[in-house]
């Protein structure tokens, strides 16, 4: 196996002297090409995150916590010690502000959470200290993603059956996260047991993140994978070809609702037709405890050029109407276990037996 997962890293941050930045594979340029940008302000982090050079919401996560680091510093050269309360007030601001740039994940207001919650521990100590905690928080927040994403994979592995071919929903693997993966952490896990596994990975229109990014993703680790497009889910699921679905999240509600991107639902409303079982898999850090169920999910409404526009050519009349939801909410009852890094929990058990 290529083991393309811990050749890369999604999303690193960089030291150089006084400071430094954060670099991350460019995901707007794959598969046509592989690279990385530096990103050095906090408005070219809101820009990556907006734009999607960096998306899935563990990796937009980690971009937070470097935006908020990044800040930091960028602050510091303007104030220099001289107006700390200053220097705090606009910091706080800034993180805001970037909390605003992709609302559906929660991954990205927990990292920026964590990060004010260095802020308040540090508030007290020379600007430079302040920076120097922001940095190492984002690193250590950086680091521990892979290893929670690695016991997502062992647990996960325990429920696909042998031989068995795995459909996944859009990008839930390395490249949305810094490494190793959510839902493709579980596959790749499960490969590294049974080689006879298989996967059946979605399009995802409009974006074509299963397109685009899942299959580069599992052909660079010779994963087996077959690309559907968006309707043919329920096509492979009569004809037998699918034994179990795992798909990743962007946010989960106390209920176990969970959002992910647009068409999950009707895989998990095809899959329990079929008597197909339903994972999705996740780190605790998108649980989000603090809503009811997933009517209380933000759901992000993107450009409508993302679906009247293929490789940059119009394709529908002028005039068309167009609503273009980013991600929908999959209810609880269609999901057959929650797969976190402290185990696999039913919907209903969340709210009791998660700790977070
Ligand atoms: O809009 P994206 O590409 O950031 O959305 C990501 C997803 O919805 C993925 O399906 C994923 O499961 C969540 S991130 C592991």
Redesign the pocket.
């Known amino acids: 196996m290529s083991e393309f997962h811990s050749k890369i890293k999604t999303i690193e941050w960089c030291e150089i002297p006084n400071g430094g930045y954060s670099r991350m594979v460019d995901q707007t340029k794959i598969p046509h090409s592989f690279e990385y940008v530096e990103i050095k302000t906090l408005e070219e982090m809101y820009n990556a995150i907006k734009t ?1 050079i960096v ?4 990796a ?1 996560g980690i971009a937070g916590a470097h935006g908020c680091a990044l800040y930091a510093l960028e602050l510091s050269e303007k104030y220099k010690e001289t107006n700390k309360e200053t220097f705090l007030k606009e910091l706080l601001n800034g993180f805001e502000y970037l909390n605003s740039s992709r609302p559906t ?1 929660v991954n990205l207001s927990w990292a920026i959470e964590k990060q004010k919650e260095i802020v308040e521990e540090s508030k007290n100590l020379p600007i430079e200290e302040i920076c120097s905690s922001l940095i190492k928080n984002a690193a250590k927040l950086e680091n521990e993603d892979i290893e929670i994403n690695k016991k997502i994979g062992n647990f996960g592995a325990e429920v696909i059956p042998k031989g068995a071919g795995i459909l996944t ?4 693997g390395a490249l ?2 810094v490494g190793y993966g ?2 493709l952490g579980v596959v790749r896990s499960a490969f590294a047991k049974d080689n006879t596994i298989q996967v059946f990975a979605d399009e995802t229109r409009p ?1 074509g ?1 299963g397109a685009k990014i899942t299959t580069f993703e599992l052909v660079k680790d010779n994963i087996p994978v077959t690309l559907i497009t968006d309707g043919m889910c329920s096509y492979f699921m009569r004809n037998k070809m699918i034994d179990v679905v795992v ?4 946010r989960i509600a106390a209920n176990g609702d969970t959002a ?2 647009i068409g ?1 639902s009707t895989v998990a409303i095809a899959a329990k037709y079929y008597n197909i079982p339903f994972y999705v898999a ?1 780190p605790k850090s998108t649980i989000d405890l603090s809503i009811k169920s997933g009517n209380d999910i933000v759901i992000e409404l993107r450009d409508e050029e993302e679906v009247t526009m293929v490789n940059g050519k119009r394709i529908c009349a002028e005039g068309v109407k167009i609503i273009n939801p ?2 929908d909410v999959t209810d609880n009852s269609l999901i057959a276990g929650i797969i976190t890094e402290d185990g696999i929990f039913k919907p209903e058990e969340l709210k009791e037996k998660l700790k977070i």
């Open positions: 999607m998306r899935g919401a563990p937009i994940a929903h859009c990008n839930a949305a996260t959510t839902a974006r993140q798909v990743g999240a962007d992910n991107k999950t996740a980013s991600f």
